[in-house]
């Protein structure tokens, strides 16, 4: 099975800590050796050509080494990319070939923005119709699951639509999918961060008044009291609990939650 | 204006060098500052997936950062990755502010393949009707010639056409945009390297019997004859020579020239 890490936050943070800990279940303290990728939101500001700031830019690495030996995770480790929404997957191949095109998380284009989406389980026969303008590149399950995402959302929407429009869609296109096995995801566009569980999901928010928190997989502490400013909220969704001393909420079967500013929202 | 490289071979070559000297543009020997990025095409050779073994993966750098300060710009110096197709740009803003979504490449996939495309020069008056499936993220003329062009093919040809075919296309659609200003690009899909210049681009081919190169940017040679086999075979595309010892052959202006398996085609 593969590992989700996904990161929501209302401001933008460096996922340096979590990350070190997710990329460690590459062949360290588990066997997820079929390759790797994260994808960053970012923006840089309002400016005249963005006068909302949106983040719309994203940064994207994939590797089909294992993260735990990839010179691209040592980098992003190393280097404190800071943004407000983050997807990050470590592969255990169960369909699809090890190679780079087969690599999560995936990217579309869809209403003028990047669409981001990561995986993690197995379906069966799941062949949908995909006569749009969204085609797999590799061959997996995940990357034809997103794509009829990508299609269906455009079919229903003529432009992009609310947060809490578009949790309505995805919450019953999700559904349809899951009905063909295991469906945990990560979903992007860089305003909201969507997250389905099928079986193993959990979440934790992290906000005022901060703590420490030591990760499960290595040997590491943070003090998020001295990081982190008093206003800042994170939301961090993941396959499984990476730190030993907080409160990580498990997903229900089937449920979609929506994060938006480092928090779960009502959608 | 922007800087352009495209290099295309016939078995994967590291880029190591020549982008050395294309990176020490961007605000060391130039004053291009406003970003830059380089993409790989990759595969994994044939396998029960990909029985052509054609180059389907991606991996995708861009940053708003100075290539001469960017420390991924400094991971790709030093690390070498092997492709057959490679794009990089560094960028001068025109159009469009300094931001992560106006770095080129630009990505999209059509077809079950991803195309990836690079943009030196300005056009004017450029606002075509993007009615279809691709939308530019971004503020650049760049990315909206570049979804334009995306669009065009879709509607031109039902699937992936023979690359002599795409070629008859892109060229009356280069044609078309190089009325609006100057449209020097590179687009690659894994499998042909095109170029088009409206002013300024070059290229050289690498061949048996190889020879020494040296850097016109940086006090750096290269013997290719140590290095590369004598079947190897690598085409180089540039906006401006990149050594001082070899022979570059300009571009005529509304020249489109399709690069395969490191040698100029026919197309």
Redesign the interface.
């Given at each position: 099975m593969c590992q989700l890490l996904g990161m929501n936050c209302n401001t933008p943070t460096d996922v340096t800590f979590s990350f070190r800990g997710f990329a460690q279940r590459a062949g360290v303290t588990d066997h997820h050796e079929d390759g790797w990728g994260i994808g960053f939101f970012?923006?840089?500001g309002t400016?005249?050509?963005?006068p909302q700031g949106d983040d719309?830019?994203?940064?994207?690495?994939?590797?089909?080494l294992p993260a735990s030996q990839s010179?691209?995770a040592e980098?992003i480790g190393r280097?404190p990319i800071k943004s407000r929404n983050v997807i990050a997957h470590i592969r255990k191949a169960t369909q699809?070939?090890?190679?780079?095109?087969?690599?999560h998380p995936f990217?579309?284009?869809?209403?003028?923005?990047?669409w981001m989406f990561a995986h993690n389980g197995d379906l069966k026969n799941f062949a949908p119709r995909l006569h749009?303008?969204?085609?797999?590149?590799?061959?997996t399950d995940s990357e034809r699951a997103f794509c009829w995402i990508m299609q269906e959302l455009?079919k229903s929407h003529a432009a992009m639509p609310s947060i809490a429009e578009l949790s309505i869609t995805l919450r019953e296109l999700a559904a349809q999918v899951a009905s063909h096995g295991t469906f945990n995801f990560l979903l992007s566009n860089g305003q909201a961060l969507w997250a389905h569980a099928s079986t193993h999901l959990c979440f934790v928010e992290r906000r005022h008044p901060f703590t420490h928190a030591s990760l499960s997989d290595e040997d590491l502490s943070v003090n998020f009291a001295e990081l982190a400013a008093s206003t800042d909220r994170v939301a961090v969704v993941v396959t499984a609990a990476l730190t030993r001393n907080e409160n990580w909420t498990a997903f229900a079967p089937g449920e979609l939650k929506v994060f938006e500013s480092g928090a779960l929202t009502a959608w």
């Open positions: 970012e923006g840089q400016n005249a050509d963005n719309r830019g994203l940064r994207h690495f994939i590797d089909h010179p691209v980098l280097y699809g070939v090890v190679a780079l095109e087969n690599c990217v579309r284009e869809l209403w003028g923005r990047y749009a303008s969204f085609k797999p590149v590799g061959s455009a």
